[in-house]
């Protein structure tokens, strides 16, 4: 059966490890023959959310930068993958802004099952991602019959194109293609 898969990067550098990442599940998704939906944060202006809670009343989101479009498009999507380079044990803050973004698919119907994380940290240890799945688990767990399928953990990657010197790019496009 043919998914709508949406990869999301949220890293600022050019040749992002995470990116890297993003991209091999993304072509392994496409591969098994699923359509792939990109979505760079980088650049996007993102706004903090306010928790005016607008979005939980019916209304629009006040803000305007780009995420409002978006939000259709990922409640009916099948599967989420996030990528972010691992900052202080933890997801980049542009991930997180654009998490708490979402609150407005909160208590609605969506499609999607299953989230991916994949990750990018300098530090040799796969513990090093811990805190950035933990933080993509708490916003998961918002979601009824929704679950965090996979985590690439990427280790070892100081500078951009280092995660190109191991083995996670082919376990990020083996993940994209059992999506």
């Not at 040749?15 to 496409?30: H, K």
């Not at 972010?84 to 044990?89: A, G, K, N, R």
């Not at 998961?140 to 399928?149: D, I, K, N, Q, T």
Request: with cysteine; glycine share 10%.
């Amino acid at each position: 059966m043919k998914k709508k898969v949406i990869v999301v990067t949220s890293s600022s550098r050019k040749n992002a490890n995470s990116g890297i990442l993003a991209e091999q599940f993304a072509r392994g998704a496409e591969e098994a023959g699923h359509e792939v939906v990109r979505i760079d944060l980088s650049g996007m202006g993102l706004l903090f959310c306010t928790g005016c809670l607008a979005c939980q009343q019916g209304a629009p989101c006040p803000l305007k930068d780009g995420v409002a479009p978006l939000l259709e498009q990922i409640a009916a999507a099948d599967v989420l993958a996030f990528a972010t380079p691992v900052y202080y044990y933890s997801v980049s803050g542009r991930l997180k802004t654009f998490l708490d973004r979402l609150n407005p698919l909160f208590g609605r119907e969506v499609r999607f099952r299953d989230v991916y994380l994949l990750t990018a940290s300098a530090e040799d240890t796969d513990e090093a991602s811990d805190g950035a799945a933990v933080c993509v688990e708490g916003w998961v767990s918002c979601f009824e019959g929704v679950r965090l399928a996979g985590v690439v953990r990427g280790r070892g990657a100081e500078h951009p194109g280092d995660i190109l010197k191991t083995s996670l790019p082919a376990a990020a496009y083996a993940a994209g293609a059992r999506v």
